[in-house]
């Protein structure tokens, strides 16, 4: 079934959102070189389905089939910020490295390994992952352990949907991600500084929480290679170095998977990451951040304002889940 885009008179989000271009980008997801695979329901979850050739736009554009606010009304941070201002090591270490180097990485043709503890494993084509899912747009508030935070319109769909068409079993406690590795399209990443590839990882419930998201858009665009194309992990209640970008291996495991930043610094990073203002890192306070466009800083909200995950940690020190 084909499935159009609305037209921007009925953007309820364009309501509360200071940036209403973005929606009039009609033809763009047509470019996202999604293809036609990511927008035609096909309402099969078959992880084995063969990959559609790219074929012609579907005729009509695109529907994104769910909006959601959820960032509590605040401001959209602009496009040219969220897209220029990036951590993705593997292009460079300064903020402005990514956006600048990050186009020698090829989207196409990408495939994603699922493996692990679950029922049905393999290698899948990132167009018949994509295909069987209905893309929603989140506003999402996205927070960095280094202080700073932006408000960004995802396009994707929910992690839980994508896990469950690979059947974890019940030995399946966590998942873990890992992003491309590839020196030739990521030259800079000798100087990177971490062990790469960049690995991260959840417990499977918080996988499974209807918040954790797979984006492969933003702002009704594709994600540019900077913000983690074509397919990136968005976890909005973890610091950002959870939301693991342009993922080709996803892991179910028994034990808990191997994180980059706790690799690299265990003292200061852990697994769980949670945003919370009360507690510090090691070197920096945690109870404000700088939204990148605003003079002033703001306070931190517990779990970056999505109180509902708080039952997922019932029980635990808060102080262990930095
Ligand atoms: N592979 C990979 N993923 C990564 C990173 C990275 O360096 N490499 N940086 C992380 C950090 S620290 C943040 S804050 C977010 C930034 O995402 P954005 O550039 O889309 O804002 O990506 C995360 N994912
Ligand atoms: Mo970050």
Not at 23 to 50: E, F, H, V
Not at 264 to 291: C, I, K
């Amino acid at each position: 079934m084909l499935i159009r885009i609305l037209p921007p008179s009925a953007v309820i989000s364009s309501e509360i959102t200071p940036e209403p271009t973005y929606y009039r980008r009609r033809d763009i997801l047509a470019r996202m070189g999604l293809g036609t695979a990511a927008l035609l329901a096909s309402g099969c979850g078959d992880a084995a389905a063969p990959a559609t050739p790219a074929a012609a736009p579907a005729p009509g554009g695109l529907k994104i089939a769910k909006r959601s606010e959820r960032a509590g009304g605040e401001t959209v941070t602009p496009f040219e910020t969220t897209s220029t201002y990036n951590n993705y090591y593997e292009f460079g270490t300064d903020k402005g490295d990514p956006a600048r180097n990050a186009h020698s990485l090829r989207t196409r043709p990408w495939s994603v390994a699922v493996e692990g503890e679950c029922e049905a494993p393999g290698r899948i084509d990132l167009d018949a992952l994509i295909r069987p899912h209905a893309l929603e747009e989140r506003i999402y508030r996205h927070r960095c352990v280094e202080a700073w935070s932006i408000v960004v319109p995802w396009l994707g769909f929910p992690l839980a949907d994508l896990l469950k068409r690979f059947k974890p079993t019940s030995k399946a406690k966590y998942v873990a991600f890992e992003t491309l590795y590839d020196k030739e399209q990521m030259p800079l990443s000798r100087w990177s500084g971490l062990d790469l590839p960049y690995k991260e990882g959840l417990r499977i419930d918080e996988a499974m929480h209807p918040l954790s998201f797979m984006s492969v858009g933003m702002y009704g665009k594709v994600l540019p290679n900077q913000n983690g194309a074509p397919l990136r992990l968005t976890i909005p209640w973890k610091y950002g170095y959870k939301s693991i970008k342009s993922v080709v291996r996803i892991r179910f495991t028994e034990r808990e998977p191997v994180t980059t930043w706790k690799q690299m610094a265990p003292q200061e990073y852990g697994f769980y990451s949670n945003v919370d203002p009360a507690v510090d890192h090691p070197r920096w306070s945690q109870a404000t951040e700088r939204r990148l466009g605003e003079l002033f800083k703001r306070k931190t909200l517990p779990f970056n304002g999505y109180p509902e995950v708080a039952p997922l940690y019932a029980g635990l020190d808060p102080k262990k889940l930095y």
